[in-house]
């Protein structure tokens, strides 16, 4: 079964914003840091942002500012709203635990930036 379900994802141009929704399961979401990665073409994946239980959070330095991560406990969700988006964030992005598990990778949900 599917147990992390990204969504949100789309076509958007320089400084638009955009909110992704990851669906995990209660089993996952409630025990572990979850994390939202993204992968661009010619790219290795790469840890975008991550929040514990607790709700504390960190970013990569290259979205700091722009990104914020939340979660919401009593949906399962976890959520990476992206303002001031910029060309180089174009690429699939996933969320999983963190650290991440192999088969907790879905199919991740395309962000494109562009004018």
């Known amino acids: 079964q599917v147990q992390l379900v990204e969504s949100g994802g789309g076509l958007v141009q320089p400084g638009g914003s955009l909110r992704l929704s990851c669906a995990a399961s209660?089993?996952?979401?409630?025990?572990?840091?979850m994390g939202w990665y993204r992968q661009a073409p010619g790219k290795r994946r790469e840890l975008v942002a991550h929040i514990t239980r607790g709700s504390s959070t960190n970013y990569a330095d290259s979205v700091k500012g722009r990104f914020t991560i939340s979660r919401d406990n009593a949906k399962n969700t976890v959520y990476l709203q992206m303002n001031s988006l910029k060309p180089e964030d174009t690429a699939v992005y996933y969320c999983?635990?963190?650290?991440?598990?192999?088969?907790?990778w879905g199919q991740g949900t395309q962000v494109t930036v562009s004018s």
């Open positions: 209660a089993n996952i979401f409630s025990i572990n840091t």
């Open positions: 999983n635990t963190y650290p991440p598990t192999t088969a907790g």
